[in-house]
């Protein structure tokens, strides 16, 4: 009987100390895994951008970011790119701070304007689908209560059909708000 009871109160202990860890002083108040995020200069080029970003550590993460042009009178060449990416954190906080990133890229681009001879009309080749590969930097500032202030810019070039369009630089540039959870 009594090594049961002295059991049960080991057993009592070790729940309440984990308990504790959880629910307790201990827990960090920034460590939380997903972020959703939205772009706010994308609409000034007539475009609307949105991510989501999975924390693996205090210093790394994943995510993946879609840009997709709703206006093209205001960005003429892009038409949608999907980029994942790749995060280290140099910040002190979980997650934040100044960053750097490595990006790929799937994109839709239009194809090669052929002018005519008085160089005032054109035809456009049909659009051009590509991959590209680039690095991006920028500081991420995360609030206790889980919001997420962004600033972000990003330089890739296209790999496979840049001769088949205008442009072979992929620039990503970001101002952006979001949510922790």
Known sequence: MK?????????????????Q?????????????NEIKLNLISPL???????????LNKNSSVGISA???YDDKKNEDM????????RYYFGKKY???FFVEGFGAFTSIDGKKIYSADRLTFTENKDVY????????????????GLVFEANAGYGRLLFN????????VAKFGLSIGYRF
């Open 79 to 86: 038409n949608y790119y999907i980029s994942p990416y790749y």
């Open 21 to 33: 860890n959880e629910n307790g002083t201990d827990a960090n108040p920034y460590q939380k895994n």
């Open 45 to 55: 080029l007539g475009a609307v951008e949105a991510g989501f970003e999975r924390h």
């Open 95 to 97: 997650a934040s701070g």
């Open 162 to 169: 840049a001769d088949k369009t205008d442009h072979d630089v």
């Open 130 to 145: 590509d991959v590209a590969l680039g690095a991006g930097l920028g500081w991420k500032l995360v609030t206790k209560k």
């Open 67 to 69: 840009f997709i042009v």
């Open 3 to 19: 090594k049961t009871f002295l059991l049960f109160i080991m057993l009592f202990a070790f729940y309440a100390v984990k308990a």
